[in-house]
């Protein structure tokens, strides 16, 4: 069974930091890429970045790049979302996702409907 589980929300300042974990089990790792979503009230999810697994391809969001940066452990089968600089803006829900290949199309990694599989999501909320 596939499961992905988030971790590491919480409740920061204005600047502040937090670092995100997607923790994947039931599949092979290597076989997959890995999306960070997040989704704010009453507006839609949206893709964060997201990378291939074997093939250390990443995509970052115009809206987050130069403060996001993703990457993973192969030995923890886990990915990381790294968020410095957090603002109000930044408040959401995170999610990750898995999608099996280890190509991720460019012209697809933003399309909810793309990835097969998701966690229940953790909390960020950045205070002004």
């Known amino acids: 069974e596939v499961q992905l589980v988030e971790s590491g929300g919480g409740l920061v300042q204005a600047g502040g930091s937090l670092r995100l974990s997607c923790a994947a089990s039931?599949?092979?790792?290597?076989?997959?890429?890995i999306g960070w979503f997040r989704q704010a009230p009453g507006k839609e999810r949206e893709a964060v970045s997201c990378i291939s697994i074997s093939g250390g391809t990443t995509y970052i969001a115009d809206s987050v790049k130069g403060r996001f940066t993703i990457s993973s452990d192969n030995a923890k089968n886990t990915v990381y979302l790294q968020m410095i600089n957090l603002q109000p803006e930044d408040t959401a829900i995170y999610y990750c996702?898995?999608?099996?290949?280890?190509?991720?199309?460019?012209?697809?990694?933003?399309?909810?409907?793309?990835?097969?599989?998701w966690g229940q999501g953790t909390q960020v909320t950045v205070s002004s």
């Open positions: 996702a898995a999608d099996l290949g280890t190509f991720v199309p460019l012209r697809s990694w933003k399309k909810v409907n793309y990835w097969d599989y």
């Open positions: 039931g599949f092979t790792f290597t076989d997959y890429a």
